[in-house]
């Protein structure tokens, strides 16, 4: 089993800037895949960004040039740091691992518990 603790939403501006931060712990020497999904109310949950344990790495359109997607393997920690925040982004954020992963959210079997980023001025 893997488990994932996820930190560092919140409430910011727009135009702000938030990182949130993913640790894995358990069997993590099955991990290839990590990523974020996110959530608004009444909408389906949705890739933001993913990355291998290479680090290579696919992000949604509607963040890209504004979000980064990294990892540390040393510290089995995978990050994303997210700038010029929209109220649009305004989502609970998920955690996901996996051994293989993909773009969709049923291509991973490990999630967090989610984390609350607003974005309101």
């Known amino acids: 089993q893997v488990q994932l603790l996820e930190s560092g939403g919140g409430l910011v501006q727009p135009g702000g800037s938030l990182r949130l931060s993913c640790a894995a712990s358990g069997t993590i020497f099955s991990i290839n895949a990590m990523g974020w999904y996110r959530q608004a109310p009444g909408k389906q949950r949705e890739l933001v960004a993913t990355?291998?344990?290479?680090?290579?790495?696919n992000y949604a359109d509607s963040v890209k040039g504004r979000f980064t997607i990294s990892r540390d393997n040393a510290k089995n920690t995978v990050y994303l740091q997210m700038n010029s925040l929209k109220p649009e982004d305004t989502a609970v954020y998920y955690c996901?691992?996996?051994?293989?992963?993909?773009?969709?959210?049923?291509?991973?079997?490990?999630w967090g518990q989610g984390t609350q980023v607003t974005v309101s001025s």
């Open positions: 990355i291998a344990s290479g680090g290579s790495t």
């Open positions: 996901a691992a996996d051994s293989v992963g993909g773009t969709h959210y049923r291509d991973y079997a490990y």
